[in-house]
């Protein structure tokens, strides 16, 4: 995290680690009394309690602290790419959960078989290769069910936490469910945040009325802080929000970031393929609606009520090819981007006039909180500014508040890839299971 001018800007993640695992030993003449504190967090700070009084005999045993592991169960939905990566990265954290006073376990996982949504449960937890073994066992597991395997969780221990990495909309139905019945949601998927107003809002109820919490620091550049430096940070430190704008599309960064004149835009189309940064249907990307709905939860978060289809979207794809279809037999993302060749030009001279005025093209998502006003497009920016600066496929996102002037306190860095991502959902869960009592 930065500011443009270059100077450091540092900035305090707020979670408490280790939370349950302090001590305070009070030796009072023959006996002795522990006592945990217990913190939670507030909008502000900390705040700190003591638990009840043990006796040294159940607490501590030949001077040693006694430390006791918060349980918490765990299910993870849509284990793919950045759900497999995260199953990984818990397997191979589990000493230092440990050591950090948690007990976490796989309880459930639920994906689809066959083409059919398939859950397995296991209340003692259960390891990658014992939920593979699952998925090939047909006698394994039940058909899917979402609310019962929130229960299942709820049952399974004292916390339960799910994690969705999905952009599945039947999924995302059940959040409000899911954190009504105190089951924490960790998620990349932004189809909540960007979704219809009312699904949302009733899930920041839930998370308003001390339910549970809902993680979704990925929804927004991916590992990046960005989501919860704009929460955090800066809104809930009393600053106030002016503008947010950023390069939100890591596929999109690339793009721009590479093209250059005497290249022709569709060549650099083919290369992002051949790199793995386009969808199986490069318009996914160039309709820029992904980086609609990124902007369009950064809005709600600075207190506007948006609608997605109240963002309007400079898309990239001609209207000529939006409703384009390859012919049989052939692959969709070659076919297009040999369609994309006949409209190379407009491009070539977009990009000759940028070049002309010592500037640069970038593909970016705009809040302007004062006019209430949300949009997405291919804008020029002079070299100097900090959108220039992006390299290969970074994301990059400019705070411009009463506090943070002139220069705008700017975030940036790899906004894509299934590992970073991964570990971003797992720093959002640590977050939350740091606030957790037992």
Same mark, same amino acid.
């Given at each position: ?56 005999? =159940?607490?501590?045993?030949? $001077? ?13 939905? $849509? ?59 047909? &006698? ?16 399974? #221990? ?5 994690? &969705? ?18 089951? /924490? ?7 909540? $945040? ?11 109820? #839930? ?11 990925? *929804? ?22 002016? *503008? ?22 569709? @060549?650099?189309?083919? @290369? ?5 940064? *386009?969808?199986? &249907? ?7 609606? &992904? ?8 809005? =709600? ?23 384009? #279809? ?58 100097? /500014? ?14 411009? *508040? ?14 894509? $890839? ?19 009592? @037992?």
């Amino acid at each position: 995290v930065h500011s443009s001018d270059g100077g450091c800007v540092e900035t305090m993640l707020r979670s408490v680690m280790n939370a349950n695992l302090i001590g305070l030993l009070v030796l009072q003449a023959h006996t002795a009394v522990a006592f945990t504190p217990s913190f939670a967090p507030t909008s502000l700070g900390l705040r700190t309690s003591a638990r009840a009084a043990l006796p040294l005999s =159940r607490s501590v045993r030949s $001077g040693a602290l006694s430390l006791m592991a918060k349980d918490i169960a765990v299910g993870v939905v $849509g284990p793919g790419l950045v759900g497999g990566c995260l199953m990984e990265q818990i397997e191979e954290t589990a000493s230092i959960l440990k050591k950090n006073g948690m007990n976490v376990k796989v309880a459930a996982v639920s994906n689809l078989r066959d083409g059919k949504p398939w859950m397995i449960c296991n209340a003692d937890g259960m390891s990658i290769k014992d939920y593979k073994a699952s998925m090939e066992d047909a &006698d394994a597991g039940e058909t899917g069910d979402f609310s019962k395997m929130a229960d299942f969780l709820k049952g399974a #221990a004292p916390n339960a936490v799910i994690f &969705d990495t999905t952009a599945s909309e039947p999924v995302s139905e059940m959040y409000a469910t899911w954190l009504e019945k105190g089951v /924490h949601v960790v998620t990349p998927n932004k189809k909540v $945040g960007s979704g219809p107003l009312a699904r949302y809002k009733r899930c920041k109820k #839930a998370v308003d009325d001390g339910k549970a919490q809902w993680g979704y620091e990925t *929804t927004v550049g991916a590992g990046l802080p960005i989501t919860n430096t704009l929460k955090t940070d800066l809104l809930q430190t009393g600053d106030k929000i002016v *503008t947010i704008e950023g390069i939100f599309s890591g596929t999109l960064s690339y793009i721009f970031n590479t093209f250059k004149p005497g290249m022709k835009f569709s @060549d650099v189309i083919a @290369d992002a393929k051949s790199k793995g940064f *386009t969808e199986p &249907d490069p318009r996914d990307d160039l309709a820029g609606m &992904d980086v609609a709905r990124k902007v369009t939860i950064l809005a =709600r978060e600075c207190g506007l009520d948006v609608e997605l289809s109240d963002v309007p979207v400079k898309s990239l794809v001609p209207d000529e090819l939006k409703d384009w #279809a390859p012919k049989e037999g052939e692959v969709l993302a070659d076919a297009f981007i040999e369609q994309m060749k006949a409209f190379d030009d407009e491009k070539t001279t977009l990009m000759q006039e940028a070049v002309d005025n010592d500037q640069v093209l970038r593909y970016v998502g705009k809040v302007d909180v004062k006019n209430k006003k949300v949009t997405v497009e291919l804008s020029l920016y002079p070299k100097t /500014h900090p959108f220039a600066g992006t390299q290969w496929a970074d994301n990059i996102c400019a705070f411009n *508040t009463e506090r943070y002037v002139p220069q705008p306190l700017v975030v940036q860095g790899p906004g894509a $890839g299934a590992a970073v991502t991964a570990a971003g959902i797992y720093a959002d869960f640590l977050k939350i299971a740091n606030t957790f009592s @037992d």
